[in-house]
């Protein structure tokens, strides 16, 4: 079975700094999805950045780009001039190519300090 | 704007009452529907796969008896708890497929509702 693991339940980064959260996956599958979603206070799950296992470069959206290792099935995620609306839960997620459901890791708390 | 849209927000009610969550998708139709469930700082537990015209997949260990899901129509779901009692009384979220054409299922677009408290007294 697969399984997303997150192992910092919570992380914090002073404003305007960088800061890398970390995931790791296990999986027998060769072609897969991982995404990393952001759950701020409002609770509204929103889609930071997706990544194709079938794509060796790493995605990049704005200040977030990620770390994608497919042989060490690792998925970091890093944010750069980190801003106080990045303050948030932050789970990493991973869906098959064939289907089914996203399966989550248990999150990780990012505070951001001014 | 928002693409899913989940009601109530909020929800208060005495144990023993029925609660009924609807999850639409405002822009799409919706084969496939997912209800989520969520502790405070835990992660979501998927609950069951909800597929229009047909029985939802229940994920192990959830009581089909107690979430009952109805996917009557390609852009509704809901989601009733039945005789709820105060350990029911969690997060619970939908979320919807978008099914673009050009795009196998796990590259579609999932669109989250905004989620809704249920507190059961």
């Known amino acids: 079975a697969q399984t997303v693991t997150q192992s910092q339940p919570e992380m914090s980064v002073q404003e305007a700094e960088t800061v890398t959260l970390s995931c790791t996956y296990d999986t027998s599958e060769s072609d897969y999805y991982l995404f990393w979603y952001k759950q701020p206070p409002s609770r509204q799950m929103i889609l930071v950045i997706r990544q194709e296992a079938y794509k060796q470069q790493n995605a990049t959206e704005n200040r977030f780009s990620v770390n994608f290792q497919k042989a060490a099935k690792s998925f970091s995620l890093k944010i750069s001039d980190s801003q106080l609306g990045d303050a948030a839960m932050y789970f990493c997620?991973?869906?098959?190519?064939?289907?089914?459901?996203?399966?989550f890791g248990q999150g990780t708390e990012l505070s951001v300090k001014p | 704007g928002a693409v899913v849209s989940q009601h109530p927000s909020r929800v208060i009610c005495k144990s023993g009452t029925s609660v009924k969550i609807e999850c639409r998708s405002l822009d799409f139709q919706a084969t496939t529907m997912f209800w989520y469930r969520q502790f405070p700082k835990q992660s979501l537990m998927l609950m069951a796969t909800?597929?229009?015209?047909?029985?939802?997949?229940?994920e192990q260990g959830v009581e089909k008896d107690k979430f009952l899901i109805n996917h009557a129509s390609l852009t509704l779901s809901t989601l009733t708890v039945t005789s709820a009692h105060p350990e029911d009384s969690s997060f619970y979220i939908c979320?919807?497929?978008?099914?673009?054409?050009?795009?196998?299922?796990?590259?579609?677009?999932?669109?989250f509702g905004d989620g809704t408290r249920l507190s059961i007294l």
């Open positions: 909800s597929n229009e015209g047909s029985k939802a997949t229940y």
């Open positions: 997620a991973y869906i098959r190519n064939q289907g089914g459901k996203l399966i």
């Open positions: 979320s919807a497929r978008d099914p673009v054409r050009g795009k196998k299922p796990p590259d579609q677009p999932q669109h």
